[in-house]
């Protein structure tokens, strides 16, 4: 890779990434008082890293059947109210015996 490509890619990269950051501040001098709007930006992160991680939970492990599963099984071990340790946990047991099962197949 060239160097000068490289840098200069980095610096617009870098330059796009505070100009996001920064625009906001520029244009809203007063707080936000819309409850439509605050209700928004108070859930955008989690939209935004639900939408980045949720499909690789999918793609992380050695076939899609195990994702699958694991993925069933956090759900119903976070809806009976176990933590995130134990969610883990869970999925990763599950992964591990989908996938000891499957390469028994």
């Given at each position: 890779?060239?160097?000068?490509?490289?840098?200069?890619?980095?610096?617009v990269m870098a330059g796009v990434t505070y100009l996001?950051?920064?625009?906001?501040?520029?244009?809203?001098?007063?707080?936000?008082?819309?409850?439509?709007?605050?209700?928004?930006?108070?859930?955008?992160?989690y939209a935004v890293l639900s939408a980045i991680a949720?499909?690789?939970i999918f793609l992380s492990t050695g076939s899609l059947?195990?994702?699958?599963?694991?993925?069933?099984?956090?759900?119903?071990?976070?809806?009976?109210?176990?933590?995130?340790?134990?969610?883990?946990?869970?999925?990763?047991?599950?992964?591990?015996?989908?996938?000891?099962?499957?390469?028994?197949?």
């Amino acid at each position: 890779m060239n160097p000068t490509y490289f840098f200069t890619a980095l610096l617009v990269m870098a330059g796009v990434t505070y100009l996001i950051r920064l625009l906001p501040l520029l244009f809203i001098r007063r707080r936000i008082t819309n409850r439509f709007i605050r209700s928004f930006l108070y859930y955008v992160p989690y939209a935004v890293l639900s939408a980045i991680a949720f499909p690789a939970i999918f793609l992380s492990t050695g076939s899609l059947i195990s994702g699958i599963l694991a993925t069933v099984v956090c759900l119903l071990l976070a809806y009976r109210g176990k933590g995130l340790i134990a969610c883990m946990l869970g999925s990763i047991a599950t992964v591990l015996i989908a996938e000891g099962l499957l390469l028994l197949i």
